[in-house]
């Protein structure tokens, strides 16, 4: 009974989101859609941006983002959950954290690249603080790759929570690039403890 009311409690609230109403509108695949495009807007993320990579890229919001930011350029988008094909972007069905998608990424790109998106997250187990704690080591997991395929002014950005590690991860992050920001975008709802790290600029 009260899964069933929890289900309909979030029924009726993504009838009343103006974000996922505006995805359907303008045919994104998800609200996180707009994270991505103000991110972009108030860090510049695209400019002049050829290359990009995007993990944890299912239902496919933020490739369809990119694809209209970046022409003639190379995006590829990974996740463990099935994509439907976006045109002018390549997508792998697979494990990040396995080696041998990592080798699959750096043989599709052969090159540093301009830009690694993560909108990663664990599936949760109802346990706030062991699923903040699961997120930031995916985002450190994606951090510490792409330390090595960006090029020294790109942008590393991914999902962050305010957990146990959030400090850490920040430090490490600090240590790493020149210029690092905590934001949180107003399409990210109140209530969630998400936030997004932006990263730029390789020491």
């Known amino acids: 009974m009260k899964k069933n009311k929890i289900s309909k409690n979030w029924i009726r609230k993504q009838h009343r989101d103006i974000y996922v109403r505006s995805s359907k509108i303008h045919g994104y695949r998800s609200r996180s859609a707009f994270k991505l495009i103000e991110i972009d807007k108030k860090f510049r993320l695209f400019l002049n941006k050829k290359t990009l990579l995007d993990l944890g890229s299912s239902p496919g919001g933020w490739t369809q983002i990119a694809t209209k930011k970046i022409i003639n350029g190379k995006i590829l988008s990974v996740d463990l959950k099935k994509m439907d094909p976006i045109a002018n972007s390549k997508f792998i069905l697979g494990n990040f954290l396995v080696q041998e998608v990592k080798n699959e990424i750096l043989d599709y790109f052969d090159q540093k690249i301009d830009i690694v998106i993560s909108d990663m997250a664990p599936n949760t187990t109802g346990n706030k603080n062991l699923d903040s704690l699961v997120a ?11 330390k090595n395929i960006i090029k020294k002014n790109g942008f590393f950005v991914s999902k962050i929570f305010m957990g146990s590690n959030f400090n850490e991860i920040l430090n490490i992050a600090k240590g790493l690039f020149k210029n690092v920001s905590i934001f949180k975008p107003k399409s990210s709802r109140k209530e969630s403890k998400e936030n997004y790290i932006i990263c730029k600029n390789l020491k």
């Open 136 to 146: 930031g080591e995916l985002c450190l997991e994606a951090m510490n790759f792409s």
